[in-house]
């Protein structure tokens, strides 16, 4: 596991973790090297049912970068892949709109 710690002028401290934990109410799901995942190397989702590990999927290798680049390049072309795009990011705005105005202390100004 990757621990980052992001330090600004002495002011903002941030520590990031390189996985994505998914707790539900006996399950949970750990995805290690989640995010700037070298394209060399094989990671796992583990998956956790009252605390004993269930089920292992591996990862293969792959270059993240270049097929998001690819995606990206794709989407600028195709008309219904753009328009799919379009429709995704619009609905993540309003759902984080929604969190926001549910819980008015998450945002800090």
């Known amino acids: 596991m990757m621990d980052v710690n992001l330090k600004q002028n002495g002011i903002l401290e941030i520590d990031i973790k390189n996985e994505i934990s998914l707790k539900y109410k006996e399950l949970i799901v750990i995805i290690k090297r989640a995010f700037s995942k070298p394209n060399n190397l094989v990671t796992e989702i583990k998956f956790y049912k009252h605390r004993k590990l269930i089920k292992i999927k591996k990862i ?9 680049f690819n995606y990206f390049y794709n989407s600028c072309y195709n008309s219904n892949l753009r328009l799919k795009e379009s429709f995704e990011l619009l609905q993540q705005a309003k759902i984080l709109n929604m969190i926001i105005k549910k819980n008015k202390s998450f945002v800090k100004v």
């Not at 293969?60 to 998001?68: A, C």
Request: hydrophobic share 20%.
């Open 60 to 68: 293969k290798k792959d270059n993240h970068f270049k097929n998001m």
